[in-house]
């Protein structure tokens, strides 16, 4: 699963370049270390929601249920200040120019995606061994005819529409 | 007559150059005709296969199961499939709007949808053979079995795969982006 995050995470810096990833990259550094401490505020901020949303009872505490664990608003705090950083990167940094900035980012995608997963993966798979269980014909029902029928129709028609959109449209005659 | 998915396939990559040549924005002239052409007779089989029962009872042929009859449905439907197909080729053609798209995707473009319009034509040439148990055997153009291959290519073939409010949802699609260009 991390390898398959790095290469996503490479791919993402390709697209996006070496000045945008480094951005990113400030993003999750700075997110892996506010987050043990901005957690700690996470139950009294949704607390304080809650209550300014009428969803709690005047005077009464929030169920403990209803509030964020400790891992949990590790992820939101991380999760906030990664989007953060994704946003600023997008908005103040220029698209990538040349084969060297995408290469760079490309590198710099793939750490970007070794310290999330790094982050990410001790607080969502905490047992020492996770087993993911797939319904064998659950799996297979996805591939019914129909589904297949439905997915080549899809495929046509996309294909059509991106087609006629890009066929510039004939010039009009001036009068 | 060799292997019938090696004659299939020959015959689609036919199409496919014919794509090449006459660019996407015709050939897609084509695929509306076609796609409204298979909604038609995918929707209205059962009533179709009435009609041609009560053309089998008027020409006496006997029984009404018999490769012979077999034979004069499957021309039936052939001849609409080309006639139909000949129509939306020749002459004065339902042609798209527009410039042809240029560079590598524009020929890729052309060649697909030529490649699909080969499909939905000889892919339902086959499927009504199939249909009708390949009553060109009586001229000994074909002999059983079909191979693992062809087995499986009958079943992606364009009446069995899609429904027919598939074929109206691309007639559909194909005619509002005509009328609204």
């Known amino acids: ?8 995470c490479a791919v993402l810096g390709l697209r996006r370049g070496v000045a945008r990833e480094l951005v990113v990259l400030i993003g999750v550094i700075l997110g892996s270390l506010v987050a043990p401490t901005g957690a700690r505020y996470v139950p009294t901020v949704v607390a304080l929601g809650q209550k300014a949303l009428g969803l709690t009872k005047a005077g009464a505490a929030p169920s403990a249920a209803a509030l964020p664990s400790g891992k949990t608003s590790d992820l939101i705090v991380f999760g906030l200040i990664f989007l953060a950083s994704i946003v600023i990167a997008r908005t103040l940094v220029k698209p990538p120019k040349g084969i060297a900035s995408r290469f760079l980012g490309t590198i710099v995608g793939g750490v970007n995606g ?20 797939v319904s ?11 589904n297949t029928a439905a997915a080549v129709i899809v495929f046509i028609i996309v294909l059509i529409g991106l087609g006629i959109r890009q066929s510039s449209p004939p010039k009009k005659k001036q009068a | 007559m060799g292997p019938i998915e090696v004659l299939w396939g020959s015959l689609i990559v036919m199409f496919g150059l014919i794509g090449l040549v006459r660019g996407f924005l015709r050939e897609v002239g084509v695929t509306t005709v076609l ?4 909604f038609l007779l995918t929707f209205f089989a ?7 029962d009560i053309l089998i009872a008027l020409v006496r042929i006997s029984p009404p199961d018999s490769v012979q009859a077999n034979l004069v449905r ?14 939306s080729y020749q ?29 939905l034509v000889i892919g339902s040439l086959w499927y009504y053979m199939h249909k009708l148990d390949y009553p060109i055997a009586l001229f000994g153009l074909f002999q059983q079995p079909l191979s693992p291959v062809a087995t499986v290519m009958v079943t992606l073939l364009p009446e069995a795969l899609i429904p027919p409010y598939g074929f ?11 009328v609204i260009r």
């Open chain 1, 1 to 8: 699963m991390l390898n398959i995050l790095i290469a996503v």
């Open chain 1, 114 to 133: 070794y310290l999330i997963g790094r982050f990410v993966f001790p607080r969502i798979f905490v047992e020492p061994e996770t087993v993911f269980v």
């Open chain 1, 136 to 146: 064998g014909l659950k799996a297979q029902s996805h591939f019914s005819p129909g």
């Open chain 2, 35 to 38: 796609a409204f052409l298979l």
């Open chain 2, 46 to 52: 059962k009533q179709i296969t009435q009609a041609l």
């Open chain 2, 74 to 87: 499957y021309g039936v439907y052939s001849a609409v499939i080309i006639l139909v197909t000949f129509i």
């Open chain 2, 91 to 119: 002459g004065e053609t339902l042609t798209f709007e527009g410039r042809p798209v240029p560079g590598p995707f524009g020929i890729a473009l052309n060649l697909i949808i030529g490649l699909w319009n080969g499909y």
């Open chain 2, 168 to 178: 109206l949802a691309l007639a559909a699609f194909l005619i509002f982006m005509r």
